[in-house]
């Protein structure tokens, strides 16, 4: 396995005055690209550079293309992306470490970097010796590493093998005092490059602690990379997302994590979407009830056709289009229209489907996320046990999902829905997925205050020693 070789490294480079009043980016990247050439043999680098006519041997890669972006002090930013996409090369080449093809970047302060480098740390040296050629490194006296040590040493946590040489270590325990020296220095700008996910879920959450310390207490703006979104959600305000080199979009990051994932689950479970030439809902417009056929029960509900819904959602959901969500509404329990509960008022989610195709095996999910865009709950019908009946093209179905709120008070929520033709979790075609569908509030009860993400009746006892 590929040793994680960090390296902790501090720059300060100065930016132009601007106005009194007016904030200065501590991240400023204006048309940075950066391109590799690419030779199809190694002799070829060497007849390029003795050819007397400057033949060109190579062809050009460009890892990153026209990047322009700007980061305030203190934010918080996850950058994501698919393998390739240039997120180690961006971070570098802020951390200083690379130099851009072409473009300007300039960054305010000092940064500390934790990077995939392969170099920074001499694996034939003991970890005390590391700490100390690190902070030279950064520009830190022997007197100002030695006060720092016991704090680099209690939580990296490693105990005598820091004595030892890091060739020795796990990729964990290098991970672990990297990431110590690294946080050790109060930096103006931490990059953290996918180092985390060699660590264990113990020292992750430490880890976790001292960057929201880092952000709330010191102000220090954090750079995140990680393919594990929630973790990305649930530290950072704002991502960039990477894609082939160049910026696909940039926004809150609960809206940038979801076309991350919306490009990623339409790629892996999608088949190519179906091009329905006939709206099935034309074929149907003169029925007041769904058609049934098999088992399926005829409805009393009037099935809902959205056009406002369907308007509001196009850019947020995705799918082959073998059915067709026409309307995700909410409900209280008297089956009324609602975006407010309290607490542990029944919810009821109910979506309106048509089916553009027959469907073996139709399976109908919904995900609750809260105001930051992590995941609480969620359910699939096939989960659930409930299966449906064969369904054939023209079906609609009226589906109810119901639950209890015990979610935080004074907070928004938003319900996910999609519905799959699901074979097995290996085997499954998306129809129609819809990111955001619905979003309610959770009223706060004084009577029964839920302080944490969500209630649940926990049972207690307890006995006399």
């Known amino acids: 396995m590929k040793e994680l070789l960090s390296i902790a490294m501090e720059s300060e480079v100065q930016v132009s005055l601007v106005p009194a009043g007016q904030s200065v980016p501590v991240i400023r990247i204006v048309g940075v690209s950066k391109a590799y050439r690419l030779y199809d043999n190694p002799v070829d680098r060497l007849k390029e550079s003795l050819h007397p006519f400057r033949k060109k041997y190579h062809r050009e890669f460009f890892a990153l293309k026209d990047i322009s972006l700007e980061i305030q002090r203190g ?6 992306g698919r393998n390739g996409s240039g997120k180690s090369t961006l971070l570098k080449i802020i951390a200083g470490v690379l130099t851009p093809t072409n473009g300007i970047v300039s960054v305010g302060g000092k940064v500390s970097a934790l990077l995939e480098l392969g170099m920074g740390y001499n694996p034939e040296a003991s970890g005390i010796e590391n700490i100390y050629s ?5 520009g830190y006296s022997g007197e100002e590493i030695k006060d720092r040590i016991d704090d680099i040493l209690s939580f990296a946590d490693i105990g005598d093998f820091v004595y030892q040489p890091m060739k020795s270590y796990s990729t964990g325990m290098f991970m672990r005092l990297a990431f110590s020296v690294a946080t050790s220095v109060k930096p103006e700008v931490l990059i953290v490059d996918e180092a985390l996910s060699v660590g264990d879920m113990f020292f992750q959450a430490k880890c976790m602690d001292r960057m929201r310390k880092m952000i709330e207490d010191h102000g220090t703006t954090l750079l995140f990379v990680s393919h594990a979104v929630d973790t990305l959600k649930n530290i950072c305000k704002k991502a960039v997302y990477l894609e082939h080199g160049q910026i696909r979009c940039v926004g809150n990051s609960e809206y940038v994590t979801d076309q991350y994932l919306k490009d990623l689950r339409s790629e892996m479970y999608t088949v190519e979407p179906v091009d329905y030439t006939v709206d099935i809902l034309q074929e149907h417009s003169n029925q007041a009830h769904p058609e049934t056929g098999g088992e399926l029960k005829e409805s009393e509900v009037i099935f809902k056709n959205d056009m406002e819904f369907q308007r509001r959602t196009e850019s947020s959901r995705y799918g082959s289009g073998g059915a067709r969500v026409r309307c995700v509404e909410l409900l209280n329990e008297c089956g009324e229209p609602s975006i407010s509960f309290g607490f542990y008022e029944k919810i009821i989610v109910r979506a309106h489907i048509e089916c553009r195709k027959d469907l073996d095996a139709l399976n109908c999910c919904v995900l609750v996320r809260n105001k930051d865009g992590i995941d609480l709950m969620h359910t699939t019908t096939r989960e659930a046990g409930h299966i449906f009946p064969k369904l054939n093209r023209g079906n609609r179905l009226i589906v109810d999902f ?3 709120n015990i979610l935080k008070g004074n907070y928004l929520h938003s319900i996910h829905f999609s519905v799959n033709n699901t074979f097995s979790l290996e085997e499954q075609e998306i129809l129609d997925a819809i990111e955001s569908a619905c ?3 959770s009223r706060f009860d004084p009577a029964h205050p839920v302080w944490h ?13």
């Not at 934010?75 to 994501?80: F, R, V």
């Not at 993400?453 to 020693?465: K, R, V």
């Open 134 to 138: 690190a902070g030279t490194i950064m």
């Open 453 to 465: 993400s969500i209630w649940y009746p926990f049972g207690f006892d307890y006995h006399l020693a």
């Open 75 to 80: 934010e918080t930013i996850g950058i994501i």
């Open 402 to 404: 119901s639950f209890n």
């Open 439 to 441: 979003v309610f509030e």
